[in-house]
């Protein structure tokens, strides 16, 4: 326990993008080794930079309604970690956020997914998430999306919550019949155990 703690205050100390963060440092994760389910994400945005508190907004709302969890659970760091691709806000570009910073997660991400000894199911949010824990480059979200059962029941790929994603949900009405009551059942399983 004592390795887990020194190595998520390191996390927290983490400065290495710190010259490419318009809005200063924040690492935002939420971490314990006996989480159940990883929540695997992009990189928080100005809401969640100002507050701390990983998905503290209307993706935040709309993802526990995709989950079918209230925020008591969502926040319970023993049963569901929340690792973003970067653990600092990038700023904003032209047509939204800007990408995970790419120093973050080759420093971080493997030694902290290394201590999740009981982890039964991750949520791969976004394309950074999914070309980096699905490794298929050359696929689109859609597509990656469109192909869940392939990953099932350990990996779910799921588009990002956000409210920029509206036109994608419409588009996709599948997502919202098919997958999200698998989804449901398989996070109320994995979190009942």
Not at 22 to 41: E, K, S, T
Not at 43 to 56: E, L, N
Not at 155 to 179: A, D, I
Request: aromatic share 8%; glycine share 6%; proline share 10%.
């Amino acid at each position: 326990m004592k390795r887990f703690e020194s190595l998520i205050a390191e996390v927290r100390a983490c400065t290495i993008c710190a010259s490419h963060l318009p809005h200063g440092v924040r690492p935002v994760v939420q971490f314990h080794p006996d989480a159940r389910l990883l929540i695997a994400g992009q990189a928080p945005g100005r809401k969640v930079h100002a507050s701390g508190i990983p998905f503290d907004d209307v993706s935040g709302n709309r993802l526990r309604d995709w989950m079918g969890i209230d925020r008591d659970v969502f926040y319970d760091p023993e049963l569901v970690a929340l690792l973003p691709m970067g653990f600092c806000y990038p700023g904003t570009g032209k047509s939204g956020d800007l990408p995970p910073r790419p120093e973050c997660a080759p420093a971080w991400r493997a030694q902290l997914l290394e201590r999740l000894d009981k982890l039964q199911l991750t949520l791969v949010i976004g394309q950074y998430a999914q070309a980096y824990h699905l490794n298929e480059p050359k696929s689109s979200l859609t597509e990656i999306v469109q192909r869940w059962r392939d990953y099932w029941p350990n990996v779910v790929p799921l588009p990002h919550p956000s409210p920029r994603n509206n036109l994608w949900l419409r588009r996709n009405p599948w997502f919202e019949m098919q997958l999200l009551p698998s989804l449901r059942q398989r996070v109320a399983e994995v979190l009942s155990r």
